[in-house]
Structures are given as structure tokens and as C-alpha cells.
């Protein structure tokens, strides 16, 4: 069964530096998402991706976060500059055409800001 | 703003007995309500999803209703077995948007 991957599964970076996650939907999907969940808390809306571009945003989605999608297979989210509140477990998600809500989940990216 | 509750943070029941999860939410006009269990340090694994003009969904063990009235969905596991045990999340969805907004969790364990 086709599933969302996602690089690092463990990342430990310095207050300040940038980071970048990496993800790989499942291949024929056609939106892209990323949320975060600080430990102990809410799964968050960051971003969604369409047609190459941003379609929506949360007010966490702010100047210090990008996301890409570099070529046909991956989709990144870059942080410019991390903060201690980064820290969180970040999930990739991707849903297909004509069935878009239903939203598969990347095992995530483990962020610690040191 | 709006806001989701899921009934507990926690619930335990003994294995072979039905669980019942409860979503609750208010200031919110969803086009359609899911289920996602979520196993600790994993991403969220969808389960159910149940539009606002469905009364009720089922899917083998598990079954969710969903109330636009009393703004509720309830989510069943029949016949619960101890590999049930995780954390259920409910999200709701709206059609003019593709964000998912997350309620907290229940954590079910099943008993042996």
C-alpha cells in the first residue's frame, strides 16, 4: 500500500539554525500539507500546497517557514531561523483528486531546537 | 473561535466490550467529520470519514454517527480487542478549505 515517507525521523539542530524536512507523497496525490503537534498537544495546520502553490496558510505559517516542491516526488518544509517553540513532531500529509479530504499522514519528523 | 472536545483524555474498557469516543465541537460548520487513530511518536492513520448529510458510517469493527444538531460525533469500536488501544483524534473539514482541525484525543486502552 502506498504510503507518505518522510526524512529525517529525527532531527536535533542549534536555536537559530535553519532546518529542512523532507517528505515524500504518495504519488499520484495532487494536494500536500504539513502540520505540526508540540508534544502533548494538538495535531496544527502549517500549510497546504496545490498546483504548485501555497492555497492556504495558519497564522503559525509565518515568514520564517517555506515549503517547496522541487521536483515531481518531494515536498519540503524549510524553517529560516528555529526557535525553541519549533520544537515538535512534524507531519507530511497528501490527499488525492476528487477525494481530498481524506488526508494520509507522513510517520513524521521529531524536531528538537537546542 | 471554535472549538473541539473529544469526552476524555483517557478511557478504559475491558476487551470484547464497545468503546465509545465522543467529538464535540462549537462555532464550527463542518462539511465533513473524520476519525484518524494515532499510535504514540506515529502520524495520524485516517479511519472514517462521514460527510454532514450522513447520519452514520461503518467500516468492519467501526461505526461513527454524526449529529450537524447537536454538533457531536460519536465513534464505536465493537467488540474491542487490546491492539485498539492508541489515540483517537476526530477532525473536521470544511469544503471551502483543505485544513484538517484536530480535537485533542482520546487515548482508549483495551483491557485483556
Known amino acids: 500500500e502506498p504510503e507518505v515517507t518522510q526524512t529525517p525521523s529525527h532531527q536535533v539542530t542549534q536555536m537559530g539554525q535553519e532546518v529542512i524536512l523532507r517528505c515524500v507523497p504518495i504519488s499520484n496525490h495532487l494536494y500536500f500539507y504539513w502540520y505540526r503537534q508540540i508534544l502533548g498537544q494538538k495535531v496544527e495546520f502549517l500549510v497546504s500546497?496545490?498546483?504548485?502553490?501555497?492555497?492556504?496558510k495558519s497564522e503559525i505559517f509565518d515568514d520564517q517557514f517555506s515549503v517547496e516542491r522541487p521536483d515531481g516526488s518531494n515536498f519540503t518544509l524549510k524553517i529560516r531561523s528555529t526557535k525553541l517553540e519549533d520544537s515538535a513532531m512534524y507531519f507530511c500529509?497528501?490527499?488525492?483528486?476528487?477525494?481530498?479530504?481524506?488526508?494520509?499522514f507522513g510517520p513524521g519528523t521529531r524536531l528538537l531546537v537546542l | 473561535s471554535q472549538k473541539i472536545e473529544q469526552n476524555s483524555e483517557a478511557l478504559n474498557i475491558q476487551e470484547g466490550k464497545t468503546a465509545t469516543l465522543t467529538c464535540n465541537y462549537t462555532n464550527y460548520s463542518p462539511a465533513y467529520l473524520q476519525w484518524y487513530r494515532q499510535d504514540p511518536g506515529r502520524g495520524p492513520v485516517f479511519l472514517l470519514l462521514?460527510?454532514?448529510?450522513?447520519k452514520e458510517k461503518r467500516k468492519e469493527r467501526l461505526k461513527v454517527t454524526f449529529d450537524t444538531t447537536l454538533k457531536q460525533s460519536l465513534f464505536h469500536i465493537t467488540a474491542s480487542q487490546p491492539a485498539d488501544s492508541a489515540t483517537y483524534l476526530c477532525a473536521l473539514g470544511k469544503d471551502s478549505a483543505r485544513q484538517l482541525t484536530f480535537g485533542s484525543g482520546t487515548q482508549l486502552t483495551v483491557l485483556p
Open positions: 500529509a497528501s490527499s488525492a483528486k476528487g477525494v481530498r479530504e481524506t488526508q494520509y
Open positions: 500546497f496545490y498546483n504548485n502553490e501555497i492555497s492556504e
Open positions: 462521514i460527510r454532514e448529510n450522513e
